[in-house]
């Protein structure tokens, strides 16, 4: 089962603009990752942050974690076409055995 | 490119069939993870490997097998191929057990079972 559920599921914005993207989940976490996949290519590692992190920062990236709420935020800023591609949040669940449950995925397109 | 590799990229089997599929992890990672992913859906957790043994399994059946050799590289082995093995299969390699080293991901080899 997939714990990690993102919001919403696609989202579609013209260049320029910023793009958020949302994960939730259910059990308490170690860490809790993002991921960008290409046109059903492999996966390429975007971000961690760890669960006594709050907001954590990578080039245009910008991510949050709120393990009260137990959900996560992506935050792509200035957005550009090269970013069209399906984002995935993944979870290491607590007593899960350093295994990553992923969520369904956001679909970003970004018109040129 | 990550220095994960996987082959093959395409392969097309009958159902019935048996498949093995092949991830050559980057050099210095010892824990190799296996997906499978749907078409429009997330990648589902097959199972781990780290140093050779087998280390961490999602809700798949037994006919998902695997192994990892010395050289950290990794098989997955499927028997018995059913319609619903149609899929995206990924092989993810880091240098520790732990998810806290970032997860190196390869191209993937799509599977289509007929």
């Known amino acids: 089962s997939q714990q990690g559920e993102e919001d919403p599921q696609a989202l579609s914005i013209q260049e320029g603009e910023n793009a958020t993207m949302n994960c939730s989940y259910k059990t308490s976490i170690n860490n809790l990752q993002w991921y960008r996949q290409n046109s059903g290519r492999g996966l390429v590692h975007l971000i961690l942050i760890r669960s006594n992190e709050r907001e954590k920062h990578s080039g245009r990236l910008r991510v949050t974690l709120d393990t009260s709420k137990k959900s996560s935020s992506l935050l792509i800023t200035a957005s550009r076409a090269a970013d069209t591609a399906s984002y995935f949040c993944?979870?290491?669940?607590?007593?899960?055995?350093?295994?990553?449950?992923f969520g369904g995925g956001t679909r970003l397109m970004v018109k040129p | 490119e990550t220095g994960v590799t996987q082959s093959p990229t395409h392969l097309i089997k009958t159902r019935g069939q048996q498949v093995t599929l092949r991830c050559s992890s980057q050099s210095g990672h010892n824990t190799v993870s296996w997906y499978q992913q749907a078409l429009g859906q997330g990648p589902q957790f097959i199972f781990q490997y780290y140093r050779e043994e087998e280390n961490g399994r999602g809700n798949f059946p037994p006919r998902f097998s695997g192994l990892q050799f010395p050289n950290y590289s990794s098989e997955l082995n499927v028997n018995a191929l059913e319609l619903d093995d149609s899929a995206l299969y990924l092989c993810a390699s880091r240098m520790g057990l732990s998810t806290s080293y970032e997860q190196y991901f390869g191209p993937g080899t799509r599977l289509t079972v007929t």
């Open positions: 993944a979870t290491d669940h607590n007593n899960a055995g350093n295994m990553l449950t």
